[in-house]
Nanobody, 122 residues
Framework: QVQLVESGGGLVQAGGSLRLSCAAS????????MGWFRQAPGKEREFVSAISWSGFSTRYADSVKGRFTISRDNAKNMVLLQMNSLKPEDTAVYYC???????????????WGQGTQVTVSS
């Protein structure tokens, strides 16, 4: 059984920053790609960012490029998402995800966290 637990969400004004964390427990995540999705009320869940196990490959949705940065600490099975220059449209529940490859992660991740709320006020 694999568990992903997100933290770091909260309320921030437009232009501000937040850092999300995702900690994995249970089965080992060695070799797994990890990343983030988000879902706003009334909208479908969308891909935000992903990072390979090595950290050499990263992916970002066009909407967050230049503003968000993903990183990971494999020793702790942890993924971070630094979010800068936040906009009201970034408001959503952010979900951590994991899978064997970035391709798999960006389409239908095997493992999901329960989400953390991010609210950006205008």
């Amino acid at each position: 059984q694999v568990q992903l637990v997100e933290s770091g969400g909260g309320l921030v004004q437009a232009g501000g920053s937040l850092r999300l964390s995702c900690a994995a427990s249970g089965r080992t995540f060695s070799g797994y790609a990890m990343g983030w999705f988000r879902q706003a009320p009334g909208k479908e869940r969308e891909f935000v960012s992903a990072i390979s196990w090595s950290g050499f490959s990263t992916r970002y949705a066009d909407s967050v490029k230049g503003r968000f940065t993903i990183s990971r600490d494999n020793a702790k099975n942890m993924v971070l998402l630094q979010m800068n220059s936040l906009k009201p449209e970034d408001t959503a529940v952010y979900y951590c995800a994991a899978d064997t490859t970035i391709v798999a992660l960006t389409t239908a991740p095997k493992y999901w966290g329960q989400g953390t709320q991010v609210t950006v006020s205008s």
